[in-house]
C-alpha cells in the first residue's frame, strides 16, 4: 500500500523559507512520480513541483526561482525548499504520487496523497 506523509510545515513571515518533506513507501515500481501541491483557502488546488525517478523537474512557471524539489538518491523521501516566501504562499500543501516515468501536470492524475502540511506566511 503506497504512502505518503508530510512534514514541516508551519507559520514563518514574508521573505523566510520552510523546507517541507514527504515520505513515500509502498511503490513496487521503480519508476514513478512525485510531486508538491497546494491549496489556498477558497482555491483550486495546483500544482507546485514534480519529479520523476529519472529526476526530471517541472515548476509552476510562478514559483520558479524560489521553490526547489528534490529527493533523496532512493526517491523514498521527498523534499520542497520554500524561499523568499510570500503571504500568498499559505496554502495546505499536499505531497501525491502516480505510477508514470513522466510527470502529468494535471492535480486529477495523481492517484495517491498525502494529508497534507499547513504552510502560513505572515506579512
Known amino acids: 500500500q503506497v504512502q505518503l506523509v508530510e512534514s514541516g510545515g508551519g507559520s514563518v513571515q514574508a521573505g523566510g523559507f520552510l523546507r517541507l518533506s514527504c515520505s513515500v513507501s509502498g511503490f513496487k515500481s521503480s519508476v514513478y512520480c512525485m510531486g508538491w501541491f497546494r491549496q489556498a483557502p477558497g482555491k483550486d488546488r495546483e500544482r507546485v513541483a514534480t519529479?520523476?525517478?529519472?529526476?526530471?523537474?517541472t515548476y509552476a512557471d510562478p514559483l520558479k526561482g524560489r521553490f526547489t524539489i528534490y529527493s533523496d538518491s532512493a526517491f523514498k523521501t521527498l523534499y520542497l525548499q520554500m524561499n523568499n516566501l510570500k503571504p500568498e504562499d499559505t496554502a495546505m500543501y499536499y505531497c501525491a504520487a502516480v505510477l508514470a516515468s513522466w510527470c502529468p501536470t494535471r492535480v486529477v492524475d495523481y492517484t495517491k496523497w498525502g494529508q497534507g502540511t499547513q504552510v502560513t506566511v505572515s506579512s
Open positions: 519529479l520523476d525517478t529519472r529526476n526530471r523537474t
